[in-house]
């Protein structure tokens, strides 16, 4: 009985339909190709015990003049510096209170309100008290005197938090007239809110101003950083740019730019910050401009406005002509979306165009040029500098640039964007893999509000992948060894080292699966028996000694015809000493599916790459 090979092409192609992509692989999920074959991912481990507040949004790793590695990493509520492996909480401080704040206990209830003429907090946000005195019971000095998270704000005056222990008959005082409240940056949200800021109507559609203005309170948290030097520059967008100083050490907060020793005319808000490359210029783009007489801030952004200090000089803004300060209002678009800094050039994308930014020196200091108009950018995090150009992600396709842009032919294409949330477009981010050649995008799927989901491109073999992965922001190798994402769930978040092992922290690896489109069963136009499947998968790891267990599934499906059902035929069990599995299935075209045992989430340390399966048919009639 002959033997039919089954190698098919690499990559995922989802353009067409099973049957038509015959020879190739339909579906996939925790799987790469690399040289052609497919094999599970690289798995993941804490990279700290420690968890961090709320979801993790942006990554940037530098290091001192001393050879410290610092990661810096921005949360919707906070803003952390990493290091060793201690979540060093540097969030701003917004305002503080003096003698200000009294309190108010309820018998049987660990809910205090607090009353503060001047706090403008908003639920979910962070304030340090210090100097209160006992309430007279339970709630005493000790309790007070720490960092909450306001749960509600009743009044412009008054909000409550849960104290760390419930107040009895005796919790009658106010807290003396000490008392002082450190209220850090208000926390954003978790979401994309379509209807407000810029960005509207999903890609910034309509005229600016005619939505209500974006704020640090009512839209999505995003943030920017870069490194100036040791120390770093922050902003959280559509808020306020902040200076940390890597000497004052990880247990001083961020500070206003804007209140550092000799500022002047720095923005006080942005959409995005950057230092550029060789010049080192701070560049706030959406920045608020000069008023009309040029001495002062509007205070409102301007989201086409892009403003630079002096060279090499973090607090001086003021255009002279003795400095290389500036600024350049964009044209093409409403909003600018996101920045990148790439090889000699700074690429600049509105929702409707993109834009190349370059060093020349003085008098101009940069010139800023259109490269293109009619293609934009998802969100503010959905590009990608690579070492084969930049990537990107526009509103229905993926594009490259390297001197010219250029869209990528995609053959998931319509996979991705008709699931896609597009109301939750700013959440994208793209990511880069440099050790296996791949840039891919995380995405909410339609109807999610949470990163559930990723398509990747292999930029070396021009393939694409596709598959379920809750990531929040990645940091590719570099300064650290492995690259890093966030994922959180209920407000709590942790570090992952990716490319560690091959396993979900310490756990099994559940649902990887590669499925292949239909083929036909000898010509197709008969049925065959298949008899027997010879498997060809090398494991790597523990897998390879089958110790423990370790399998993975062989699962051939079939139909007669392509409008029919799948059926699954068989599933068989195939270690690193499998030969053979033995079968009885019947019909015109089948499906091979490969696929990690997720009945046995204690089964760890597999690894496979798959080969050239072979099958053995025989005619078995055309009825």
Known sequence: MPLQKLLFKP?????????????GWF?????RFRKGLPEKIGGWIKASSNSFKATGRALHAWVDLDGTRYLGLGTTWKYYVLDGTVFNDITPIRATTTNGITF??????????????????VAGDFVTISGAVSLGGNITATVLNQEYQIVSVPTANTYTFTATATANASDSGNGGSGVDGAYQLNVGLDVYVPSTGWGSDYWGAGTWGSVSALGSTNQLRLWSHDNYGEDLIINARGSGIF?????????DRAVALSALTGANLTPTLALQVMVSDVDRHVICFGADPLNDSGTARTGAIDPMFIAWSDQENVVEWEPLPTNTAG???LSAGSAIIGAVRSRQETLVWTDTSLYSMT????????????VNEGVGLVGPNAMVNTPKGVFWMDKKGFYTYTGQVQELPCSVTDYVFSDINQTQSYQIFGFV???????????????????????????EENIWMIGELSRTCWLDEGIFPDPKATSSSSNVGYLYNHESGVDNDGAAMTGVFIESSDFDLGEGDEYQFISKVIPDIKFIGDASTGANGQTLDIVLKRRNYPGEDLTTAVTGACTSVTTKIDTRVRGRQAVLRLQSNDTDTTVIGMSFRAGATRIETQPDGKR
């Open 27 to 31: 579906n996939s999920n925790l799987v």
């Open 327 to 329: 600024s350049f209002r």
């Open 359 to 370: 060093f020349v020196g003085q008098p101009f200091t940069f010139s800023v040029n259109l």
């Open 243 to 251: 200076y940390w100083d890597e000497s004052e050490g990880t247990d």
């Open 11 to 23: 990559g995922i192609n989802k353009e067409g339909t099973a049957y038509s992509n015959e020879g």
């Open 104 to 121: 108010a206990a309820t018998d049987g209830s660990a809910t205090i309100t607090a009353t503060d003429s001047s706090h403008g907090a």
């Open 433 to 459: 893999n440099k050790a296996f050649d791949e840039v891919g995008w995380f995405y909410c799927s339609e109807d999610e509000t949470v990163i559930d989901k990723y398509v990747t491109y292999n930029y």
